[in-house]
Every structure is written in C-alpha cells, then in structure tokens.
RNA sequence: GCGCGCUUAGCUCAGUUGGUAGAGCAGUUCGUUUACACCGAAAAGGUCGGGAGUUCAAGUCUCUCAGCGCGCACCA
C-alpha cells in the first residue's frame, strides 16, 4: 500500500490522534482551559447557563492538606475519589462546588520549622522568639501550600478555586474566635487543672489521639517497700511515692487498714508510707501492691483524687528531677535513672530486676518526644456536661432538649442524620465516643490561633479583642482540630450569614481516609452540630491506605514510596486516578505498584484509538434524520444504556471500583472488542442503510462513553471531546456536558 | 483485655438480598502491517483457611478452631 493511498483517509480526522495518546502533550493545557472557563465554580456555571439557578446543590468539601510537605499517594487517592464525585455530579446538573484548602497543621509544622532553623542556626525557641519564628513558619507555610496547590492540579481536580480557604487566614479566624467565645459562655469549654500528655520536647501539651505508643523493651524494677514489693520500669519517678495501694479484698494484705501508716526506708531515706485499699489495684499483677506517683498518671492521679490524697511534682517541665529528689534534683531523668538503680542497690532496696519486660512508651506523633503526664492548668472542652440545646435539624434532638456533646455525636449518626461509609465504621466511632474524655485543646506552641483568654492577677475573662491595660493574653493556641472541627462551616464563611452556608451547608459528602475519623469527622460532628443545629455533613465516605504493591505501608525507611507525581510523569494523570480507584473499596486499603498504573496508561491509549477508529468511519456520515436501526443496532444502544444505568447507580452508592470497573470493561471489551470489530464490515460494506444506522449509532457509543469515563478520566475524555466536530457535542466542554440519559430507542 | 477486619486462580483483589466462582497482572498457545503490539483470540489455572451446623441449595447465614492485620484500652 502506498503513501498515497493512505494520505486522503488521515485528512478526515483530526491530525492529533496519530500518534499514541501521549498525557503530557494535554493535561496541563486541559487543567488550564477548565481553570480559564470558570466552571470549577458554580455560580459561573449558572452565569453561563450550564446549571439551572435552582438545581439541587451538591458539595463537598476537601480535606485540607497540612502544610508541612508534599503530596503523597494517599492524598492522590482522596483527590482521584473527590473528583471523581464531584464531576459526577455536575454533569448531573447540580450545583457543584467542592471547596479547596490547607490546614496549618501547627504542631507538626511548628516542630518541622524548629528542626530546620536548629539544624542550620542552632537556635531554639526562645532564642528566635515568637514574632520570628511565626515569621519563618509563614514563609515555609506559604511555600509548602503553593507546591501542593501545584500538585492537586495536576490530579486534574475540579475544584474552586476562588473558594480557597487557609486554616489561618481571616474568615478562619473568625469562625476559631466565635466557636471559643460561644462555647466558653455556654460552660463547654473550661480552665482547669487536669492530667494532661506534655510532651518535655516540644513544650506542650498534646491530645489523647496524637499520643501514640512504642512498645519497648526496658529493665522492670522489683523493689523493697517496707514489707511489700512494688514494681516498677521508671524509678525516678518514684521519690514522692508515700501511698500504698491494695485491692480491698486481697487476702495477702488483710491484716492492713486502709489509712494505717507504716514506716519504710525509701531511696533518700526512711518516710511514712500511708495505706490505701483501693479496686483499681489488680491482685493478678505481680505482688498486687503498688505505690502511685499522680502528678505523672492519669491514672494514679484519678486514685489520688478519689481518696483526696496529697499530689507532688516529681518531674519538671524539662523533663529534669525538681527538689522532692534530693541529691538527684536537677539531673534529666534519662541520666537520673541508672544513678538511682545504683544507690537502691547499694541500699540493698532492689530484689530483682526483669530484663525481659516490655512495654508501651507513649510519644508525640507530631514530631515530639516521649510524653510525660503532668498535671496542667489547661483549657478543655467538657463532653459529659449537659446543656440545653440551641437551634436543631439534627434528626432526633429537638431544640430545648437538654443533651452533652457526646450524646449529640451519637445521635448525629444514630438518627442518620450523617450516613457512614462503610457501615461498620459507625461502631468504631462510637465506640471512640464511649471512651472519650474531656478534650485538652490548648497547646504551649506558638503557630496556631491564640486563645482570646486574657489574665490579669486571678482574674479571666475570655473575648477577643484585650479588656484593656493591665490584661495579659493567654501566650497558648488551641488545638489544630479545634479549627479543623468548623471546616465545613468556616469555608462557607461562617459565622457570617452568607449565600453559600445557605445554599451549601450541611455539605453532601465528606470524604476521607478512616486514619481520621476521630481527629476530625468526630470533631466536625460535635462543633457543628452544636454551633449551627445542623448536621456538617450527610455522608462519610472513608476510604482505605495506599500501600505498596505487597499491603505494606508506604514509608520512607522502607524505600516503598510511590511518588504520585512521578506517576503522573510516565503515565499521566488519567492512568493514576483510575489504579487509585480499580479495586479500592470503600474503607479497604488498596495494594499499588507500578503496573497498575501501566495497565491504564494502556485503556487511555485504547479510548484514543477507540475515538480515532469511529470519527474514521462516521466522517461521511450524513446529517440526516434518524436513520433505520437494525435489531442489532438496537441491541448495542441498549447495552450502552444499560451501562449507563449500572455506572450512576454504583457511584450513587459511592462503589466507585465498581462503577470504575464496569466502564472500563464495557469502553474496552464491549465496545471496542465486539462492536467496533463487527462494525467494520457494515462500516465497508455497500449497504448504505446499514452503514448510516451502524454511524448514528458508534456516533452515540463515542459520545456517551466518553462521558461515561469522563469523572474517572477526564483529561484523555476531554482531549478527544475537543477533537469532536461541532455538530457532535451537545457542549463546549465535556467537563459540563449533560450527564447520558439511559434511554432505549 | 475489648472491638473490627482479612484468609477466594502463581500475585493483588472483586463477589450487592444464599442458586455449585470473576477481574487485572504474571504465565501458556495461536494470531495480527491500516483504530490500537500501549493489539486480538483461545486455552489453562481455585475441594473459596480447617471443622461443624441451618437449607432443596453456602464463598455468601450461624457456631467453632487456626493464622494474619488493624484500632482502642491497660501496662505497678
């Protein structure tokens, strides 16, 4: 066959699909003809007349990532998932807005910023001071969240950005200073003197589910006290330990009294030891009699308020021994503790030592240290008090009711009011709610919202802007989930009374990974509700952990990380969202390796060819009325009405990996395996008929496929639909074209 | 200790209300120069972790055993 030959055919079609589909050539230029058309946004899409003014809202909003870093094949899955609903839904014609942000993320920033500036200046916090460092942290801040606005682009993600919103930034504030202040005058947020995790690293205090504990192996201590034996894996805590406990009904200890003070010789010499029968002492473990340091356990502390025992600080701020200590006073408690292994043993206090023990270590999982309890004048917010509630179209709670916190987070999801998916994450967040204490939401670091408490002698009073000279503002910021829980409020720009809370709140549909159903879906329930009456939002969709290709999980040590943007690069955005989806269900984690990713590089460049192959063979079609359909013909459009029916079905029940699935099942081994093949006969033959029927229909097939893919792919989608003649398209852009209507013929 | 999940083809996983098993990748055989080798066709491959029960019928429901993973709590 000749050139020649070959050159007329190639005229009919657009010259851009003979070569493979190559991403790169058209992503970033797609991402920007979307971003210039404004339809990201939904009043531009009612402006131009692609949404009816009153189409039923549908939004969401995105799980700001924190500034500390760069995207991560995790926040690549979120996006690929959100996208893909909110593209969905806007094709549908409602009123779509999926809301972008970032969240300051402030201790795990803070500390990163810390580490940075000591490694290179060898400064610490005090010596850079608060303006300077707030300074620096801003500028890392600002950097960080311009590179992952940069990346979340490049996932092709629809959202609007004229809707951006920063944990830190004005209208955040707002919505920060009326939560406080309004919870503060209600009685659900309190000082008081508690047993808090303070992290002696970081300075601060840090929040029960960013403690995370390391099992460690550590030298377990038996100790001669008086005629009992206590064990023990941290001697210096130990100096101040004048009360011994015993279970009530343990026989060993029967001839003892509760109250009854006995003399013992202890590490810095003989004290009087008082007797304390108490349940919370186990008979099974060890010798059943231990002795309790309050000030540094949540749990000897709740034993010392139960018998209004006397409570001594042991351990400073530091993490350094204070004067109860004697001659160790002063010293840190890592080079404490062998020093008065020492002095026991030559005190012949020591009767056996456990090398093989191991334990729990709990530490900071925002980049700090070991966590020792202390006890700490803090800020909480009081789960277990009762109030009456305000306003309230949350299902099952009517204004007036009288109600606590936790109670209005179970009823939230108990009702239905929000949804959970997968279901079985609803028993997970109750059961976390049972357990839950009062919430410490004031940290000793510097980034953050500043508490708006202000002190003057022992007075305090809580506003925003300073009663005036003479008062001193609390030097405290609060928690980032504090600011976290409003999300969904605060970036429809509450507290003010705006159109979009209006119109957009409660939001649709959460989603986000079940890692962060306690931080922040239960957070956003409890805030919500209880500041607006309503519901945050009506779904949860959780999704699972990227992990690497063998189910583990991805991390730096290991060497597995999959970078997404290096994804992107050989394979282009459409391949990576759709090995995000493929075989993810809802809450499961998803195994990801590199060939997943080739596989549908492979089905973009089948739907180009696909595309290539029918503009080929409809280039002469005529426009003319419908023409004559075949049985068989017939059959085709019902199938490809029948896949649409199935697809929208399963992304209504969020069952993405099988909506994923099913289109590409039915785009590549349907349409392209059997029907473009048995077409080429008819599309050749002289039946002109046929053929017409054969154009009008591969006609349909195209059009309504690409739409079909276009939320699980639409940059390849979009490309080709910009190829299409313009008597074709029924819009300018696919990525608002009305979604396909099933119908049969 | 409490709770949740997983165990299905060599690998990674699907399998909606119970009707004797599916996909992708890998592998086998064959084919293919005009939509696509980033292709097609065909074949192969599983007693659905073990055991018991309910049922006409169980991967699917119940009980039990085993292994793995995760969350929470405890940790003197």
Redo the contacts with the bound molecule.
Sequence with gaps: ?SEE??QP?KQDIPEVFLS???PKEHEDALYHMWEESGYFNPDVCIEKGVTAPDAEPFSMVLPPPNVTGTLHMGHAAMLAVEDILTRYNRMLGKRTLWIPGTDSAAMATQSKVEGLIYKEEKKRRDEIGREELLKRINAFAEESKDTIIGQTKKMGSSLDWSRYAFTLDETRYNAVMEAFVRMYNDGLIYRGARSVNWDPAMQTTVS??EV??EEKNSP?YYFKYGPFT?????PETKFGDKYV?MHPDDKRYAEYEHGQQIDVEWINGPITATIIKDE???PE??S???TITPWH???DFEIAQRHNLDIEQVIDERGCLMEIAGEFAGMHIKKARPAIIEKMQAKGLIEKVDESYT??V?TNERGGGMIEPQIKEQWFIAVNKEFAMGHSEVPGVAEGDTVTLKELMIKTVESGGTEIFPE?FK??YY??IN?LHDWCISRQIWYGHRIPAWFKNSEVKVQVESPGAGWEQDPDTLDTWFSSGLWTMSTLGWPAATDDFATYHPTTVLETGY?II?FWVARMILMTTYLTGQVPFKNVYLHGLV?D???KKMSKSLGNVINPLDMIEQFGADATRLSLIV?A?PG??M?LGE??VR?Y??F???IW??S??IL?SVADAEQSATPVLSERDQEILAGLARTVTEVSAEIDRFNL??AA?KSY?YV??EL???I??ES?DIINGDDAAAKAARQYVLTRCLIDSLKLLHPFMPFITEAVWQELPEEMRDAEQLMVAPWPVAKAE
């Design positions: 066959m030959q070959k055919e493979p589909y190559n029960d589910d995370v504990y377990f206590i064990g023990t894996v941290r406990v919370a002492a186990d473990m060890g059943g009699v231990m356990s949540a749990v334990h729990n709990a079985r028993r997970v059961n976390w357990n890692d306690f992990r290709k063998s189910g075989g269900a499961n984690d195994p060939d997943k596989a590089k492979k973009a460049n089948k060819n696909i290539r192959f080929t990996y099988i699935e099942h590549w081994h392209a395996d059997v473009l093949e080429k």
